[in-house]
């Protein structure tokens, strides 16, 4: 036993400093590896706070990853909706060469059995040579006009051909860019998760003092008269936004389970009966821009520069917003890196 009034030993003392230092040391790998912008390039981070900081920055750059990946599949979608009107398309001309090989054929068929002479010998055997020579003249036309039209058809047959094949190969293309996006999307999300779990072990270890983020939903607030921006299709957008509240976010999501940031927007606002693009930056042009000064329940905020998040102004200061991943749709204030807003119905 130590003396009275001697220095407890040090070592009592070291379990708490080790698992500290080593779950700080862990950090590395997550936000080192990932990262790509210049927050997430820093140092260690040496508390709660700092990690949060991180977590910030990696939500931020999973948002980004999240709008690129929206306006890649909105492109995909276009490029399949041109292939199926070339589809249709190609379908008619088919059908259409089909059609006039069959006269042509049937032409064919009936000079063959006839003979060559048989011409000649209409008109000359006919009550009315002229009459017969007209006729004539116009079969010989009507063979002609078939000749150039097989000609038109085949051209504009090899021209819808050549479209699709340059279409196929964009759909392909495309296809590839929205799941590269969406795997880094997942890389992204796995920093942040594993960043999530290091800060609370480390909160468990030290008994940090510094408060954890929500784990839940945040509930709604009262119900209150909204629709200022755009009388009572306005109303319906809120409404349906805040009827969300609780629900998962999830990447490309539009309800009804789950939903991204520009889904529940494109949602809500569908209620109003204003189609909107998947992605907030495409939402941004619709409708008209407005000021801070002229916001009302319904209308869109925007944030980050590139726009990559968008949400739903429902009055007093506050939004209604789908979050990130691990997170929920909940009400939030405005908040700060608001680039602009927007009413989709002008």
Known sequence: M??????????????????????????????????????????????????????????????????????????????????????????????????????????????????????????????????????????????????????????????????QRDLVAAEKAQAAEVDRLAAKKAEVERAADKTRALLARMRAADRSSVPSRPSGPVAPPPSGGGGGGGGGSASAVVAYARAQVGKPYCYGGSGPGCFDCSGLTMMAWRQAGISLPHSSASQYNVGRRISAGELQPGDLVFYYSPISHVSVYIGNGQRISATHTGDYVRVQSLGSSIVGYARPNG
């Open 2 to 163: 130590p003396p009275l009034g001697a220095r407890r030993p040090p070592h009592r003392r070291w379990p708490r400093r080790a698992v500290r230092s080593v779950l700080l040391a862990a950090i590395l790998v997550p936000l080192t590896v990932l990262s790509t912008g210049p927050t997430t390039a820093q140092a260690t981070p040496t508390s709660s706070a700092r990690l949060e900081d991180q977590l910030d920055q990696l939500n931020r750059e999973a948002d980004q990853l999240v709008e690129q990946y929206n306006q890649s599949n909105e492109a995909l979608k276009r490029i399949r909706r041109s292939l199926k009107g070339l589809e249709t398309q190609a379908s008619g001309a088919e059908a259409d060469v089909r059609k006039l090989k069959a006269v042509l054929g049937a032409r064919a068929s009936a000079a063959y059995v006839q003979g060559a002479g048989s011409a000649v010998a209409a008109v000359l055997g006919s009550d009315d040579p002229a009459a017969a020579i007209a006729r004539v003249q116009v079969l010989e036309l009507l063979a002609a006009n078939d000749g150039d039209l097989m000609d038109q058809l085949g051209v504009a047959g090899k021209a819808l051909g050549e479209r």
